[in-house]
């Protein structure tokens, strides 16, 4: 139970103190970015950098075929790539295994440093590839609460960047991008990433709903 109610804690104080949510923000677009990189990848498609901007907007630079199912996957994989990882992270570090989720933080942020491609960009990576490496080597009996805690502040974030979509009149904006790509209108793409975001999110309440019936030995 120590574990659950650390999360918590980590969750309150995102949702109730700017600083730590907006903070929370940014590591939502890194994984944004990274959600576009890996998925181009797995399809064939080369990945050539991102950026994390001031205004926590970012964008990832994949080269490949223009259209495509590739191209369509790539570019939806963007938003709902933050709640897919936040309810992994956070099932993971539930179920004891924050160690291993921050060795592989480590490791994916190193990658990410080398395609960042402006000195914003590059620092944010190495500061979050240093809080996971610090919170891995001295976190001790928080470390599973704070690595579950931040899962769920990526899928709090995870909602918050689908709100922002939805009410942008932008046409850079992905699902916008994915209705020239397809005969599925915009608002299809944006359902899409709302069940995702949906799903992700019952898959954790329903962890902590069983965590929490667990007696107390």
Do not use: C, K, N
């Amino acid at each position: 139970m120590t574990v659950l109610w650390v999360a918590l804690v980590v969750l309150a104080v995102v949702l109730t103190w700017p600083p730590a949510r907006r903070w929370g923000r940014t590591l939502v677009t890194i994984v944004h970015e990274a959600g576009h990189a890996g998925v181009g990848v797995l399809v064939g498609r080369r990945f050539l950098g991102f950026v994390v901007d001031r205004d926590l907007s970012g964008h990832a630079v994949t080269s490949g075929p223009v259209r495509g199912p590739g191209r369509v996957l790539t570019t939806w994989a963007g938003y709902p790539a933050p709640a897919v990882l936040g309810a992994l992270v956070a099932l993971a570090a539930l179920r004891g295994w924050a160690g291993p989720v921050l060795v592989a933080a480590v490791v994916v942020m190193v990658v990410l440093l080398v395609m960042s491609r402006s000195v914003r960009t590059a620092g944010l990576v190495i500061l979050v590839g240093l809080l996971a490496a610090a919170l891995w080597w001295w976190g001790g009996p928080w470390r599973a609460g704070v690595v579950a805690g931040t899962g769920m502040a990526m899928l709090v974030g995870a909602w918050d960047s689908l709100r922002d979509v939805a009410g942008t009149r932008d046409p850079g904006q992905d699902h916008r991008t994915l209705a020239q790509l397809t005969p599925l209108p915009a608002g299809a793409w944006l359902a899409t990433w709302f069940l995702v975001d949906a799903a992700a999110t019952a898959a954790v309440v329903l962890a902590v709903r069983d965590l929490w019936q667990v007696p107390a030995l």
